[in-house]
Nanobody, 121 residues
Framework: QVQLVESGGGLVQPGGSLRLSCEAS????????MAWYRQVRGNQRELVAT???????NYADSVKGRFTISRDYAKNTMYLQMNSLKPEDTAVYYC???????????????WGRGTQVTVSS
């Protein structure tokens, strides 16, 4: 069993900051890529940022310069530092991990249940 659990969401005023965490636990052999997505009800899920096991990162144009993705490899945890938040950043934020549960298993994607971020005055 593998679990991804997001935390750190909440209500923040425009211009404020939040730090999201995503902890992966359970039967994990190796984590490759990890990513943050977000979804507004009624819309498609949108890719926010990605990080590879080699440390490369990529961001959606809408968050470049404001959001920073990072990982603590020892803790199997990924973070998303969100600064200069805007009302349009309001969404449920999900984390995902591409991982193996043992050396012989195929790589599979696992998802967390999401954490709500609301940016409003």
């Amino acid at each position: 069993q593998v679990q991804l659990v997001e935390s750190g969401g909440g209500l923040v005023q425009p211009g404020g900051s939040l730090r999201l965490s995503c902890e992966a636990s359970g039967n994990i052999f190796h984590i490759y890529d990890m990513a943050w997505y977000r979804q507004v009800r009624g819309n498609q899920r949108e890719l926010v940022a990605t990080t590879t096991s080699g440390g490369s990162t990529n961001y959606a144009d809408s968050v470049k310069g404001r959001f920073t993705i990072s990982r603590d490899y020892a803790k199997n945890t990924m973070y998303l530092q969100m600064n200069s938040l805007k009302p349009e950043d309001t969404a449920v934020y999900y984390c995902t991990a591409d991982l193996q549960t043992n050396i012989l298993s195929p790589r599979n994607d696992y998802w967390g249940r999401g954490t709500q971020v609301t940016v409003s005055s």
